[in-house]
């Protein structure tokens, strides 16, 4: 038997097995009501989920993304300082950032999509819902028990359909957000490992410690070489004070300071 | 006859159409039947689109039920296996 077939088969089975459990067929109308009313704030609450879920992978990615910029402003500042073995750590890293960055992107638009497949579905039901309502109004005060069923079983079957394939969207969409929620998990584990950086600004990774050695290294021979400057231009004025011995013990001191460091 | 498509909602299409469906219908059956990933996408594509094209949406608030029930259109060969296969994947209704 064809597919499409089999299929309506196994809901209708479903929404039967449903009815037959009823006593008084419009005490069911009240009962799916309520059913139908709690399937449609879980649809909502899916909606809210993956909305969260697709937030979460966004702030991820612009905080990987800040990472790789930076990891690229370090490979041009260790190239420009000789250190191209750094550069190259910087880039290596970058390269592993820009792959996650691109999964992460790819995790964003399915959750958009979940995201909008279960907005529609959230509107559909709600339609149908307000429509069964309705119904169920007309049925309670036009029919009796007897006469009652067929419509019931109209609306029912209608109306079961929809809650079956809502439910399977909202399950559906809470599997693909489970798996995505495992790998952010990691994700964040990893930008709070220090492995990369975290939302705080802290430098914290060896790179960064490198590089800030080396420009402290860098720093220091500036101080130096502005120092010497300084000594070199302040000897002409020593010179000419030259009977002032405070100055010369003056003189000697930093000089004594300066051969220590190097 | 009213064609559901699942996760997009109901069609109404003209009965002289489901020869062609049924046809399209094969081949889908056919890859789930084989576990044909590669083949079951575009069998699937191909009837989606035809209840698309033939069909004529029905307005949300309607409550009937539907003649025949097709997957989603992201849906894998598994997930249709387990749907006919048991009826777990289809959530209690009432």
Redesign the interface.
């Known amino acids: 038997m064809?597919?499409?077939?089999?299929?309506?088969m196994?809901?209708?089975?479903?929404?039967n097995k449903?009815?037959d459990?009823a006593e008084d067929p419009r005490e069911?109308l009240d009962?799916?009501y309520q059913?139908q009313l709690e399937m449609l704030q879980k649809v909502r609450r899916g909606v809210a989920d993956v909305a969260t879920s697709r937030k979460r992978v966004e702030l991820q990615a612009t905080q990987l993304q800040q990472q790789s910029e930076k990891l690229q402003g370090q490979a041009q500042q260790a190239l420009g300082a000789g250190r191209e073995d750094l550069a190259r750590e910087a880039l290596t890293r970058r390269a592993g950032l820009q792959t996650q960055i691109a999964d992460l992107q790819t995790q964003h638009a399915q959750l958009q999509g979940e995201e909008e497949?279960l907005t529609l579905?959230s509107?559909?039901l709600q339609?149908?819902v307000?429509?069964?309502r309705t119904?169920k109004e007309t049925i309670k005060a036009t029919y009796t028990a007897a006469e009652a069923q067929t419509k019931i079983n109209?609306?029912f079957?209608?109306?079961?359909?929809e809650?079956?394939?809502v439910?399977?969207?909202i399950?559906?969409a809470e599997d693909k957000t489970a798996t995505m929620q495992a790998r952010a998990g990691a994700i964040d584990e990893l930008i709070a490992s220090g492995a990369l950086e975290d939302s705080s600004g802290q430098p914290n990774d060896d790179i960064t410690r490198e590089l800030e050695q080396l420009s402290a290294g860098q720093n220091v021979d500036a101080e130096i070489a502005a120092m010497k400057a300084q000594l070199g231009s302040g000897e002409k004025p020593k010179a000419i004070e030259g009977e002032s011995g405070d100055a010369a013990s003056g003189q000697t001191q930093p000089k004594a300071q300066q051969e220590g460091q190097s | 006859m009213i064609?559901?498509i699942?996760?997009e909602?109901q069609f109404e299409v003209d009965d002289g159409h489901l020869a062609a469906?049924?046809e399209l219908?094969?081949a889908?059956?056919a890859a789930?039947d084989s576990k044909d990933e590669e083949a079951f996408e575009p069998a699937l594509t191909g009837?989606l689109d035809a209840v698309r094209n033939w069909g004529k949406s029905l307005?949300?608030?309607?409550?009937?039920?539907?003649?025949?029930?097709?997957?989603?259109a992201d849906a894998k060969v598994d997930e249709?296996v387990a749907?006919?296969g048991d009826?777990g994947?289809?959530?209690?209704?009432?």
């Open positions: 064809s597919i499409m077939k089999r299929m309506s196994i809901f209708r089975a479903k929404a449903a009815l459990k069911t009962y799916s059913r497949k579905a509107q559909r339609a149908k307000e429509s069964f119904r109209e609306a079957s209608g109306i079961s359909e809650m079956g394939d439910g399977m969207a399950q559906r | 064609v559901r699942l996760g909602g469906l049924n219908d094969a889908v059956e789930v009837l307005p949300e608030d309607t409550l009937i039920d539907s003649d025949l029930i097709l997957p989603p249709v749907l006919l009826e994947l289809i959530p209690d209704a009432l």
